[in-house]
């Protein structure tokens, strides 16, 4: 195990100003910004990509390479990226409750990095807390049990003020775990079962795309899906889950499709809600995800449906319906049970995230503990801004329920249940969640997860003691 001390002393003009220059991607077809922002936005019928399925994998014995290589985002040619495992996204592991993940974590970088289980409930050693990043050619060795409920959760670096870099460049993947509950549903699943990783990036005049952070976060301008420009998803007239992640640095999509039809929200970060629920568009910012069911069945074959991002206008993803119907069920009733939090039985924290580099006052610092949290007490954390939102507030450590929004969008949204580990922060608002920690005791940490923010010291070091 390192402590690597050079990336959390790097000042915030070099931060702001390193990656500006930083030789990226290679784009395949040699877009401009201008010109691949055009290009996202093509019809149906044009010329489009099929979309990318990363492999899955077990956690178990499982090698996880951080590494230069090279990938197709879409028309044959290979470009230079950073990669898990040769892949972008890097390999969907999937595991069941119960078991046990192994993983050694190599680093092929040119940098220090280590990777975060983004949702998973892990101790501080398993973590991927930026004390731990481990420098080029070495290695860390993660040993967890598998203890969180059936979900969608998600690996990423995070090295302090090099997490923006990484992640921009492509080190993202997936997490699913599985369980007894969920088995019971009969979802669909097998090629029902799609992961969507939705993100942004920019290219430079001669093609590359390129990391050029700014303070206020980085807003490409050019969609991907699953690492594929313009994408394409021939589907069945049929049921289909779709496991989607806020996998961008800072960019909220909000989605939609084309012809009105609505999702069926099942589930979030923490899994599965209490009730399905259906919306016409749903939110999802960076480090959030949703499991939509979207039905098919309607549709007559050779029809086209796009997912529409109606923030951007951008088109995600095109759905080309095929002929072959197949029979099924969206689920009614009882999901999942989710037994309320009662209390709070402790303290009620106030939260405060300042401009874009602060909380309560005060950047991140790595050796100091901000604040301590005594072990299975439900405690109520209240989120405020004073502007330069959105900060979508990530918690390590724990799931937590959001129970109220005033100010701005005032109100709770039906994603916005069950269990979360990350939630939307807007100007002018205030949101109020219950946390218990129960899991494991040791230091954690809260963050914007606008990466330019939580990179330039918008976070913080918690004990739960």
Not at 155 to 165: A, I, N, S
Not at 279 to 301: M, N
Not at 339 to 347: D, F, H, K, Q
């Amino acid at each position: 195990m390192f402590r690597i001390e050079s990336p959390g002393r790097i000042s915030r003009r070099r931060f702001l100003g390193a990656a500006a220059g930083t030789a990226t991607w290679v784009a395949a077809g040699g877009l401009t910004g201008l010109a691949g922002a055009a290009l996202a936005a093509k019809p149906a019928g044009a010329t489009r990509n099929p979309l990318f399925i990363p492999s899955v994998a077990s956690p178990s014995g499982f090698e996880l390479t951080a590494a230069l290589g090279t990938i197709d985002l879409g028309g044959g040619r290979r470009t230079p990226a950073w990669v898990y495992n040769g892949l972008m996204p890097g390999p969907t592991l999937i595991a069941r409750a119960g078991e046990q993940a192994t993983v050694t974590l190599r680093n092929g970088l040119t940098q220090p990095t280590i990777t975060h289980w983004h949702g998973m409930l892990v101790d501080h050693e398993n973590d991927g807390h930026p004390m731990h990043v481990i420098p080029t050619g070495e290695s860390y060795n993660y040993d967890f049990p598998i203890i969180n409920r059936a979900a969608l959760n998600w690996y990423h670096p995070h090295p302090h003020m090099l997490t923006g870099e990484q992640v921009a460049m492509g080190l993202a993947g997936a997490f699913i775990v599985r369980d007894v509950e969920e088995d019971a549903l009969d979802l669909p699943e097998g090629q029902y079962e799609v992961p969507l990783v939705l993100r942004d990036t920019s290219f430079d005049s001669a093609g590359n795309i390129q990391y050029k952070p700014r303070s206020g976060g980085f807003l490409g301008t050019v969609p991907l899906v699953n690492g594929t420009r313009d994408p394409y998803l021939a589907v069945d007239r049929a049921i289909y889950r779709f496991r989607v992640l806020g996998g961008a640095n800072a960019r909220i999509f909000g989605l939609a499709l084309s012809d009105g039809r609505p999702f069926t929200v099942i589930g979030n970060d923490g899994g599965l809600l209490e009730t399905a629920a259906e919306v016409g568009q749903v939110d999802l910012a960076p480090g959030e995800r949703l499991d939509l069911l979207v039905d098919f069945r309607s549709q007559p074959a050779g029809a086209s449906v796009l997912l529409r991002d109606l923030r951007s206008g951008w088109t995600l993803l095109e759905f080309r319906i095929g002929g072959t119907l197949v029979a099924g069920s969206i689920p009614s009733g009882t999901l999942s049970t989710v037994t309320p939090l009662a209390g709070p039985s402790g303290v009620t924290r106030t939260f405060s995230f300042d401009g874009m580099t602060k909380i309560n006052g005060r950047e991140y610092d790595m050796d100091r503990i901000d604040f301590t949290v005594p072990f299975r007490v439900i405690e109520r954390w209240r989120f405020t801004t004073k502007g330069n939102a959105p900060h979508p507030v990530h918690v390590h450590g724990a799931s937590f329920q959001v129970v109220s929004r005033t100010g701005g969008r005032g109100g709770l949204f039906p994603w916005e249940g069950g269990w979360k580990d990350t939630v939307l922060l807007e100007d002018r608002e205030t949101v109020d969640v219950l946390v218990r920690f129960d899991a494991y005791k040791g230091l954690y940490l809260m963050h914007c997860h606008k990466l330019e923010h939580e990179d330039m010291g918008m976070m913080a070091n918690f004990e739960v003691v």
